[in-house]
């Protein structure tokens, strides 16, 4: 038997995954890792670390399965986003903590860079809105903050990169210094009308274009991992929405897939169409393959699976998030009662910062179980809210709905989906979508399958398809609307 394996290191864990070459996945081992916050809005991972549980699981998913080096045909990555690392060339020692996505400190940046008009020009190019979130500003903290490294970067020495460079540098023996497509465009300093690093973001952070990888299709060669005396390609690399999106095999333009997590990920494939949105929502570089660029749209809501978190623990409503599927079943439609869970203010389309959660239509008669139920349709209200701005920025209609992450499980969650969207809800069999991703990656390249072929190997869970009549989905959506609205402004300036 010949094998696939992908890695997928994850904000919170590293996991292996092992896929037969009919595409089965076949095992998968995961470890946990330290979660570092040296100061307020700081969030840091140990680079050293980060390797050290990808390697293990990698081991343990070999060891477990009986899978020898020269079993496995090619190796694809999938990593957490806009993360960076910054390391010694030669000694491949790091010169500082990854600085995650989540990390705010690089807030004042950003402002400084609105403040000197770059916005404008930023969105343009990189397709993307000035914010901490992504990897540039954080790379010139750490040239301007880490002792040693301006000096030892006009030497030569320090090289720089997302987590998939990382982690192949190191897998490569120091000899690949690369990232692809997917990655670049999360980092704000890549240019994704030209694919080009842009040298005036560049310039403006002062960041030197020697130190960055170099960046390849995400189905293309990235290096050879040399383990127990094999040589393993490297054949497949993508951040990890991305990387969902081609595990849900969207092809085409106008596919979506939405991971319900913590928060909801949504991305639109958009073709070849670079296009802009006007409702706040961030264009991205879909999985490159076979020498094409696919664009795509993306928009997050902040509270999707947390408000089902905080229905358990903040106010003990239930005791775990499933129990909301039997719930939401066991009572009559919900008359005119909303949660709008906008407790860190709301993102896409709204962004407003200064709304706060609330509950709306309240009775003498409602009870603990409205509330659980109206939580639960708030992740769908939330998701319609950011795919009807979709469909009118890539001026294309949403062919279906494939779902993944944690609450997709949710049966009535899913039907509701279906309901308020007017379009079918596809669950697929195999909810591991973003290892899966990187692993097709690398397969394409490695000529054991195709786009066609990984479209046959999608085996579909359930589809939901919609129950409900035009009526009642625009009364009960526009009674979504109106409660948002209320929302706003919540807290004062
Ligand atoms: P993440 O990767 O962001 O940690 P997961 O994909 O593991 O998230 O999904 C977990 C989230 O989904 C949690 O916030 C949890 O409350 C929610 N969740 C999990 N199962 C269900 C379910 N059956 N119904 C509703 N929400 C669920």
Known sequence: MKYIVALDQGTTSSRAILIDTEGNLISIKQKEFNQIFPNQGWVEHDPMEILETQMEVFEELLSHNNVKAEDIISLGITNQRETVIM??????????????????????????????????????????????????????????????????????????????????????????????HTNASRTMIYNIKNLKWDKKILDYLEIPISILPKVQMSSSNFGTFKYKGVEIPINGVAGDQQSALFGQACFEDGMVKNTYGTGCFLLMNTGNNFKLSENGLITTIACSSNDKVNYALEGSVFIAGAAIQWLRDSLGLIKNASETEDIANSIDDLKDIY??????????????????????????????????????????????????????????????????????????????????????VIRPDVIETTAMGAGYLAGIFSDIWDEDKIISLQKINKTFSPKIDERKRTKIYNGWNKAVKRTFNWIEK
């Open 87 to 180: 390391w010694d060339k030669q000694t491949g020692k790091p010169l500082y903590n990854a600085i995650v996505w989540q990390d705010k400190r690089t807030s004042d940046i950003c402002q400084k860079m609105k403040e000197d008009g770059l916005e404008t020009y930023i969105k343009e190019n990189t397709g993307l809105v000035v914010d901490s979130y992504f990897s540039g500003t954080k790379i010139k903290w750490i040239m301007d903050n880490v002792e040693g490294v301006k000096s030892k970067i006009n030497q030569n020495k320090v090289i720089c990169g997302t987590i998939d460079s990382w982690l192949i540098y190191n897998l490569t023996s120091f000899k690949s210094h690369v990232t692809d």
């Open 339 to 424: 949660v709008v869970p906008a407790f860190a203010g709301l993102g896409a389309p709204y962004w407003d910062m200064y709304s706060r959660g609330a509950i709306f239509g309240l009775t003498r008669d409602t009870g603990k179980d409205h509330i659980i139920k109206a939580t639960l349709e708030s992740l769908a209200y939330q998701t319609r809210d950011i795919i009807d701005v979709m469909q009118k920025d890539a001026n294309i209609k949403l062919s279906s709905l494939k779902v993944d992450g944690g609450a997709c499980m949710n049966n009535y969650l899913m039907q509701f989906q279906s309901d308020i969207l007017n379009s079918d």
